[in-house]
């Protein structure tokens, strides 16, 4: 089983060069090693760990090297993921995964991808004539559904408190699921507008500099953000715990656990929008409430550069433009108001 730091070789090891150079020039130690796995998120980690271990296999299987890898091995291998009926996305995937694999093994000519990407635009096109929809998406939670979520929360348990605090704060600070459980109770302090909170880390801040988003005081009881942390922080020195992570996990008896896993926040707002009834439950996940902090505010009149800094996406991210597209579909639409 590939591994990222024993039993395993990442970054990849490239073979020695012509000239002065031998292997000892190509050689990484199990620190550096480490090292290099842990300046990688977490979460592509593992996605690259599964990635690059299916294409080392198929290429071990069919007698193909895979470092350096030739443009018609990976044509080759995205033709064979095709076939295999891949969601593009997951290819997409593959393909960055083994460019990124050649850079950190040292090789500066990488495989060429022009094949591999007229495949899998090929693939795509075929894809839609049968009618099978493309990169499917997690539904926007809007005011009214975060509302109902919210109101599904049983308030007299620490769960529904905490659950409520999620909620809120996923929406609010248009955060990741990873942002969110990472927050520790010192990263939130009350201004007097609201709360200020510090993400020390994200996918766009990956020298970990950190960032400090105000989020203003709300308007309504059941979802006002300062309101709702002071209930959550309420029960936290209740139970002594006024330090480490913020989201903590719960216990069936009520007691609380180090921290909350970023899986377990798909599962607790998929559950509570099934509770609330919320149209399209089953398909919301914890981008759900990324995608509906950015959509409500374009919805405002919040200028997209300004989402975009507060959700901390990069200036120019197609995501964000999409869920701006889904607002203007029907603000700016060209048959309202013609008396159909």
Known sequence: MFAWRTGGRWPPAASPREGRYTAADYALSDQAR??????????????????WAAFSTWCAERGRVELPATGH???????????????????????????SMHRLAGYTNQPLTDAARLALRAYKCARAEVGTRGQREA??????????????????????????????????????????VALTCDDVREAPDGLEITIRTSK?????????????????????????????????GEAGETSGRLLRRIDRHGNLGPRLGADAVNVIVRDLAVRAAVPGAATFTAHSLRAGGATVAYAAGVPVSVIAKHGRWAPASPVVLRYIRAVDRWRDNAMRNVGL
């Open 34 to 51: 480490s090292r290099i796995a842990d300046g990688v998120p977490p979460n592509t980690r593992r996605a690259y760990e599964r990635q």
């Open 73 to 99: 091995t990976l044509a080759e291998y995205v033709e064979t993921l095709c076939a295999a009926e891949w969601a593009p996305a997951s290819i997409e995937q593959a393909i960055a995964c083994v460019r």
């Open 139 to 180: 539904p926007p939670v809007g005011i009214d559904a975060l509302r109902a979520m919210v109101s599904a929360c049983d308030l007299s348990t620490r769960i529904g408190l905490r659950d409520r605090l999620l909620l809120v704060l996923g929406l609010a600070l248009m955060g990741r699921r990873s942002e969110l």
């Open 204 to 236: 766009t801040d990956k020298d970990s500099r950190g960032e400090t988003i105000a989020i203003p005081r709300g308007s309504h009881p059941l979802t006002d953000p300062v309101a709702v942390w002071r209930d959550w922080t309420a029960v936290l």
